[in-house]
């Protein structure tokens, strides 16, 4: 069947994105008093445009301006939206609650009113990566849908679908599956509506209902549908989510031990007006209820802990999921960096495809987290019996194991010789060895690469039995 998909997986685009510019992570470092601020990330290592140059600016040409810095730049208008949110509080506000504010206000947050992806944006993903990220995707979708039996209608809902890319290079490689298609209803769950205007666009829509958010791509002639969340995608219909870097913009809570217990970094304002990290004085009502995701580490892995992130949404976004997919049948896929384990301080901001300071101009950087993949088993399992969870497994085994090799070896055989190089490219990138978004600088033991990075995790309805390549 696989093999099948794989080369009758029609293959319009061909053309993958331009080798995009790259990243490193670096760890933030933890503040270790009340009002101290951290350290703005190392640039060093930094972003790298050839595989393995490190990019220096060369400032010889930059003209000097005078030295204004006296004069502060005005405030933004997220940023005194932050400011009057923390003086009417009276207080700090959490770091979970800053990284929704900065992300998905609905005036000013990141997503929300242009393109942040690609060369010109801020950062790079699989799906602009290359063409052959979406439709691998599309085979692990045709297969299970085959497992749930061929259902004659079936919702596919696509979790923060950025510029749509992936969703197109998945209708576009299904297309001549006709049962497949035919059964599809495209759910785009997106609270940008910017990026609903990319997708629309991208997806080649044309208008049933704007009023509705309905209308239907000339892809593969499939309903699509947009919504702002989860909840309002409808329910009772066989459902297949998938989640493509989603749960690494949910927002978390960070908390750090002390001799008061575990207390919670908090985001407040400084008497210099800008904004600096703080420690509560003691445990905070969130830091005593989420603690809880503590209880289930291993002992080893407790005892080592002095900061954690916890991300209650992406909990109950996970219960959301396995609620549905436990009573409507299907299965959700989730890929995204992180790690099998809790995580303790990842929190990144990415502006421009390099790293910048968490606090420095909200709204202008991405900030991201680690997704903490036991905490999504964990959660799916408890909010259903009816569900199995199988992963994570790094992105490289899961595109191997799904015929990527085969993919591009087709591909490969009807193409110019550009577009031969930027397959290549992009097929190392996403399997990892090559060009990557995550180079951890010369430390041989961190894994590098998008491949292994990334990890992938399916949960899935058990009838369905196990969901490939997880077998
Ligand atoms: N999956 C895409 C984009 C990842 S970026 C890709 O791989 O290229 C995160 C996406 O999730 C963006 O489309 C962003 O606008 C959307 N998003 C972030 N937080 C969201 C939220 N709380 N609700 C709905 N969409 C959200």
Redo the contacts with the bound molecule.
Sequence with gaps: MLRKLLTQTSSRRLLTSGVPPLFSKSTISPFSSLSSSPEPPSSENSTVEQPGTTISVDRSALYNPPDHSHESTPDSELVKHLKSIIKFRGGPISVAEYMEEV??NPKAGF?MNRDV?GAQGDFI????VSQMFGEMIGVWTVCLWEQMGRPERVNVV??????G??MADLLRGTSKFKNFTDSLHIHL????PA?QKLQHQNLKCTDESSSEKKAISSLAGTPVHWH??LEEVPSGVPTIIIA???YD??PVHQFQKSSRGWCEKMVDVGEDSKFRFVLSPQPTPASLYLMKRCTWATPEEREKLEHVEISPKSMDLTREMAKRIGSDGGGALIIDYGMNAIISDSLQAIRKHKFANILDDPGSADLSAYVDFPSIKHSAEEASENISVHGPMTQSQFLGSLGINFRVDALLQNCNDEQAESLRAGYWQLVGDGEAPFWEGPDEQTPTGMGTRYLAMAIVNKNQGIPAPFQ
């Design positions: 992300l998905t997503y992806f993903t699989s799906p602009e696509e979790l923060g679908p950025g510029r890319t992936l769950v997106e609270c940008s990026l702002a969340t493509h870097e989603f913009a949910l």
